[in-house]
């Protein structure tokens, strides 16, 4: 099967021998000035575009300039984005320590609760009456 796919491929693609007077047709229509010489120099047949100086450098100076915004936005982001980490670390840290405060406070009640002096018996007994 894929030999018989093969063979009508080349068949099918084979070069083609063009018809007699085929070239002097087609170069009957080309215009004639669009026929050169095949040695001609190149500078004879097409001078080189004159380009002044601005032309030329507006290209590099757009892409350093672009890169001297980008370095400069960029580390203006990295110190906000440090700034606000900053900030918000030392609010952590407030919180962290009344919370640790206010647990100190908590745990020396309770142990003042525990080691205290306990309640006399008598003074319950009294209230049972």
């Known amino acids: 099967m894929s030999e018989d796919i093969e063979n009508r491929m080349r068949r099918a693609l084979r070069p083609v021998e063009p018809p007699a007077g085929f070239t002097e047709r087609v170069m009957r229509a080309l215009p004639e000035r669009a026929v ?3 040695l001609a120099p190149v500078a004879v047949l097409r001078a080189p575009p004159r380009t002044n100086l601005w032309r030329r450098l507006s290209a590099p100076a757009a892409l350093a300039a672009s ?3 980008a370095i400069v936005l960029g580390q203006k982001v990295g110190e906000q984005q440090a ?6 670390g030392l609010a952590a840290r ?3 320590m009344e919370a640790l405060r206010v647990t100190s406070q908590k745990l020396d009640l309770a142990y003042q609760a525990v080691k205290g002096p306990t309640p006399k018996p008598e003074a319950t007994e009294e209230n049972r009456t």
């Open 83 to 88: 700034e606000r980490e900053q900030r918000a």
């Open 94 to 96: 407030r919180e962290l």
């Open 36 to 38: 050169r010489p095949a």
């Open 67 to 69: 890169f001297v915004v």
